[in-house]
């Protein structure tokens, strides 16, 4: 392994107070930063030029949103499962979770616009989580036997997915065919200790990117899986990370689970943060159904 570069604090992009901040992502069609509040069921879309923000509130828990390639609104990781949130309504279009104990969690589009989500159980029953794929009918279940399947991406060429399973620590990989929509079987890339792996984020040279709640940490892990960079943050709860179209990497954030101590001794917990980088994000496409 070689030299671990540290790289700068972050600085604050987004002053939050969110519960679990998540899934953030670059909606190319109006230039807006789009993220969630997981439990409070929420969807912000931040002018990062104007600072203008605007929530939406879907009545229910939402993991991760992907806005639409060629129509209005976007596709959503929900509760139930698969839907559309257009003109403030949400559609439920596959409810593959019907249990009530179950909820979408992390979920991005690959290159050909396929939704792909992680499902877990509220209470983090080992095993019980899948990860899903879904084209805008009914969605796949393609990997079983997780316990919180989280971060996901692709490297740049498209020919590996990876994936965090966050309880047993581990940065996964798996060949992945585009064309096909098909991911093999994954194995782990990288032991990520101490703190919890979250969301991820894929750059062109292709290093992954991953927030690591409870670690105070972005890691950056090589291809080969080692730790070749961190970013240091001043919250202890990073969640998940995305690029912008210059290369600046944005970092939601957590207040969940932490005391009244605890927050006056990091008072922007739950809010988003943005650090330059020397490189750029492999793009995330919009849904395509």
Known sequence: MGTIEKLVPPDLLIHAEADVGEGPVWDRRGGRLCWVDILAGLIHETDLATGTNTTSVLGTSVGAVAPRGSAEGFAVAVAEGFGLWVDGRLTVVDPVLPEPNRRMNDAKCDSRGRLWAGSTHLDFVEGAGKLHCWDGGSSAVHAEGLTLPNGLGWSPDDSTMY???????????????ADAGH??????????EPGLPDGLAVDTDGFIWVAVWGGAEVRRYSPAGDLAAIVPMPVSQPSSCAFTPDGTLVITSARRGLTEDELAGEPLAGSVFAVATRTQGVPVSAFGG
């Open 183 to 192: 991911v093999g079987a994954f194995t782990e890339l990288a032991k990520v």
């Open 163 to 177: 994936l965090i399973d966050s309880v047993s620590h581990r940065l996964m990989r798996a060949p992945f065919d």
